[in-house]
Each structure stands twice: as C-alpha cells, then as structure tokens.
C-alpha cells in the first residue's frame, strides 16, 4: 500500500537525521558509525575547510596592525640601543683623550706643589674682541695675576685681574690670544708621547671666535685631524704647561707660499659657557 504523502515528507529527514546521529556515535555503540562518519565527514569537510579558511584570513587581517606595531617597538628599542653605544664611544673617546692630557699634564708638572681652587663662574664677556669670564675667588681666595685657569686639563685662560672676592679671566679663544703648542696624537702609542713631535712648535692665534689658526706651518710638521694640542709656550705659568688648547680640526694646504699649511683649532669645552673651572695656585702663593 502506497505511502501518504505527509508521511513521505518526514522520510528523507528522518533518513538524514539518522545518519548523522549515527556518525557521531562511539564505535563501541555502533559498528557501523566509522563509515558513517566518514560519509558526514566528505559532505561537510569542503565547506567546513573553505569557511576554516576565511576565518584565518579574517584573523590574519586583524592581528597584521598588532604585528606591525610589535615591530615599531623593537625598532625603536634598538634604534635606542645603537644611540646608546654612539654615546658609550664618544665618551669613551673623550676619556681617553683626557687621560693623555692628564699624562701629559702630570710629567710637566712634575713634582711642584700646587693648590687647585674650584671657582664658580658669576659673569661672561662673549665679545670677539675680549672673550672673559668673572669668577667668585679672589686675593682672599689665593688668587693672583697670570695664574692659570682651567677646566680639567683643558686650558680655559688666566687671571688678568685678581680683586679681595672675584677675578677677571681672559679665555684664550679672546682676539689677539697667541700661544705655542705641540701637537700629538690624541691616543699615545705604548702609552708614551711619540718624541720625534716635541721638537715641532706650532704658533696659534684666536680670532675671537671658538677657534683657534695656525697660518703658514711648514708642511714637514707632522700633524693630522684628530691631533691634540698642549701648551709650550713660556709667556704662561710653568702649571699651565702640557695643558691641552683643543683638538685639530682642519689641515689645509696654503697656495702661497706652497710649501705651508694651515691648522685649525678648536678647544674641547665651549669655554665662554663653563659653569665653573679651576685656578691653579702655586703652594707658596696659596700660603
């Protein structure tokens, strides 16, 4: 007898609804539920892949920004890092030039008695024509006339005038400034002044400016960029000697006459805006 029709209608449901029932069942309940399985599993494993993956796509797309901003970070950490180490050398480097001034410095020295007094500077004078500094020591303080100034080894000026509390110092980057150096290397090989340059003499001159010119040098004078200048000149105190005037800059050749050059020199502090420096005071002045 021929089925009714609102009883066919349930059949294929029905038919579908237990296949799937019986695909998911445990093996231990049903035998026949691996090929099931494997039948649901090859009608659904198409769509189900292709939606898989958009969904990853889709993720992919939102998570991209999160990356890229994971990158900015370590970038910029590292960026950090390289001007870290840019500084670490550059300080490393002007330790290292100190440290041969103050050798320098220690064997002219020698073993003369000497009192360094830490002075605050009070005033500035930025003219060309008169670069100077005013000081908060005076006469009280041991100060004098022509006594040295300087800012670690570095040769700042002298005392021009010395009253009872405060004390005028000429910078040597002041116009008209003339002063003898020698020029070495700014590290010494075997920790020891090469002596083959003691015997050149080089004559600088401020123009005013943060530099220092040396016209007309003979060009068999050993001498290249990087060079560093110390104090030989007798018209200054005997502490003031081997101090350090700056760092060379510039080696030019002069067209005429054609056997010189020119040196440009430029101190290793900006001298005109010290916030204090030291004056050099000989024990039997100091007491």
């Known amino acids: 007898m021929p089925l009714?029709?609102?009883?066919?209608?349930?059949?294929?449901?029905?038919?579908?609804?237990?296949?799937?029932?019986c695909a998911f069942l445990p093996a231990r309940l049903s035998s026949f539920a691996t090929p099931l399985h494997n039948f649901v599993a090859a009608a659904v494993n198409p769509p189900a892949r292709l939606l898989s993956l958009l969904g990853s796509n889709f993720r992919g797309r939102n998570e991209q920004p999160v990356l890229n901003r994971d990158l900015q970070r370590l970038s910029g950490e590292l960026l950090s890092l390289r001007n870290l180490l840019i500084r670490y050398q550059d300080e490393n480097e002007r330790l290292r030039t100190d440290n041969a001034a103050l050798q320098e410095l220690a064997r002219t020295l020698g073993g003369r008695a000497y009192t360094f007094r830490l002075a605050q500077v009070m005033s500035r004078s930025v003219s060309p024509s008169h670069r100077a500094v005013t000081i908060n020591l005076g006469s009280r303080g041991g100060v004098a006339e022509n006594l040295a100034a300087v800012s670690g080894p570095n040769l700042v000026g002298r005392?021009?005038?010395?009253?009872?509390?405060?004390?005028d110092i000429r910078l040597i980057t002041s116009a008209g400034q003339k002063l003898e150096a020698v020029l070495m290397p700014a590290v010494w090989p075997n920790g020891r002044p090469p002596e083959n340059r003691r015997q050149f003499h080089v004559l600088f001159e401020a123009d005013g400016t943060e530099y220092l010119t040396a016209n007309n040098v003979p060009r068999d004078i050993p001498v290249q960029v990087g060079d560093i200048a110390h104090l030989t000149d007798n018209t200054w105190p005997d502490e003031a000697q081997g101090m350090v005037l700056g760092r060379v800059t510039e080696v030019t050749p002069v067209r005429d006459p054609v056997l010189y050059k020119k040196i440009?020199?430029?101190?290793?502090?900006?001298?005109?805006?010290?916030?204090?420096?030291?004056?050099i005071v000989p024990r039997e002045i100091s007491n």
């Open 4 to 21: 009714r029709p609102s009883i066919r209608r349930f059949i294929a449901p029905a038919f579908w609804f237990a296949v799937v029932l």
């Open 159 to 167: 005392v021009t005038v010395a009253g009872p509390v405060t004390s």
């Open 264 to 279: 440009i020199l430029r101190p290793l502090r900006a001298l005109s805006y010290l916030d204090q420096l030291t004056v």
